[in-house]
């Protein structure tokens, strides 16, 4: 339906169409000799070109065909021309143009632009109603012809009034859907920005308090967390430079390797240079669809991060993902001493939600919360609706 529409505003069709019209009201005066109506055929020719342009240029159009109307119903008078008509006054070629161009301007332009540009159609043709035939003023035959004009525009006006709603419909949509586009991307930026570059500097943050305490006791100890705080500084610095190289469009979002395995312990080791006893557990099928691992990669940067910002004195750190029925199940919980520590620098307050989006848009179930004074995080996601193209993006 929209590719119709979109090919009957097209000029190339309004213009074959209005010539076909054109060409069949004036081959048969000119087959059977009545050529006296061949003076005005060059002035109606421009009421079709118009229609042709009225599209773009409709205030033109509409003078054209008004002064067009007029002059040939000036000389029709004159000479006593016997042209032939439809729908009302004027001639087959120019009903048409003077419709065209009338669903054009209630279309495209201003309500009241289009009353004043109908305004004038009006006139030209109410004009052409009352000198171009001579019926008496008040005759039926002039009444019926003036009504049936009138209905005939009011059609016209009716189309392109419902023509104009449902193009204003899908131009509403299509910013809607742009605005969607653009929030999700967004909140996957921020959720990007919260999972990787947060994960690197909370520990650079954990690791550089742990050196502080132990540097006047221990300078030796405070040493051996430098190497891992530059790590994570400079991880961090790369974080940032894939999220701008996304913004300019040069670079994918995610950072994640086809290797989820590798992934997830490099996780792990890096939090356990930070300080915290991460014991791992990991079983995998041999294949994970992309977004399942990018998520789980998350999930885990996520809670570890989580555990060394809020975990009170954790003395153990369980790691586990495992292959299940139908997808992989994650569990991440520490023994901490009850309560949830606030970090240096507050907390956004956007990593278990952004934990459970990433689950949800999977199909998967997601839960958080604390378990005999110390917090779990469970995740279980399916592998089978990521591989039909069931995932998030």
């Known amino acids: 339906m929209d590719r119709l529409l979109t090919a009957l505003r097209a000029p190339l069709f309004i213009g074959l169409g209005v010539a076909a019209v054109y060409l069949l009201q004036t081959l048969p005066f000119v087959a059977f000799g009545r050529l006296s109506t061949l003076v005005v055929q060059p002035v109606i020719m421009l009421t079709c070109a118009a229609a042709v342009i009225c599209l773009r240029r409709p205030v033109l ?66 004009f052409a109603l009352l000198y171009r035939d001579a019926y008496p003023l008040y005759s039926t035959t002039l009444r019926l012809n003036f009504a049936l004009g009138v209905a005939v525009v009011g059609v016209a006006v009716m189309v392109a009034i419902y023509l104009r709603a449902q193009a204003g419909m899908r131009r509403r949509a299509m910013t809607a859907a742009v605005t969607d586009a653009q929030r999700a991307e967004r909140v996957e ?51 940032m430079r894939r999220l701008v190289g996304t913004l300019r469009e040069s670079e994918p979002l995610y950072t994640a390797t086809t290797d989820l395995n590798s992934d997830v312990q490099a996780a792990v080791d890096r939090a356990a240079q930070a300080g915290v006893p991460v014991r791992l557990r990991i079983d995998l099928p041999d294949a994970v669809p992309q977004e399942v691992g990018r998520s789980v990669l998350r999930l885990v940067q996520e809670s570890l991060t989580n555990v060394y910002k809020h975990a009170n004195e954790p003395t153990d750190v369980t790691v586990e993902l495992t292959r299940t029925v139908a997808g992989l199940r994650l569990l991440v919980r520490d023994d901490g001493k009850g309560g949830r520590l606030v970090p240096v620098g507050g907390s956004g307050g956007y990593g278990l939600v952004g934990m459970r989006e ?36």
């Open 61 to 126: 159009a509409v003078m054209i065909a008004t002064i067009s109307a007029g002059v040939v119903t000036v000389v029709a008078r004159d000479l006593h021309i016997d042209l032939p008509t439809v729908a009302g006054p004027l001639t087959p070629a120019e009903s048409v143009a003077f419709l065209v161009i009338i669903m054009a301007v209630v279309f495209r332009g201003d309500a009241v632009v289009a009353i004043i540009e109908v305004g004038l159609l009006g006139a030209s043709a109410t």
């Open 189 to 239: 930026l921020a959720r990007e920005l919260h999972d990787v570059v947060a994960h690197h500097v909370t520990g650079m943050v954990v690791q550089a308090q742990a050196a502080l305490a132990v540097a006047e006791n221990d300078p030796l100890a405070a040493h051996r967390l430098l190497p891992g705080i530059a790590n994570s500084g400079t991880d961090a610095l790369a974080a």
């Open 358 to 393: 990433r689950v949800e848009l999977l199909g998967g179930l997601f839960s958080a919360g604390e378990v005999d004074g110390g917090w779990q995080v469970l995740a279980e996601l399916p592998l089978e609706s990521a591989t039909k193209g069931g995932g998030a993006r």
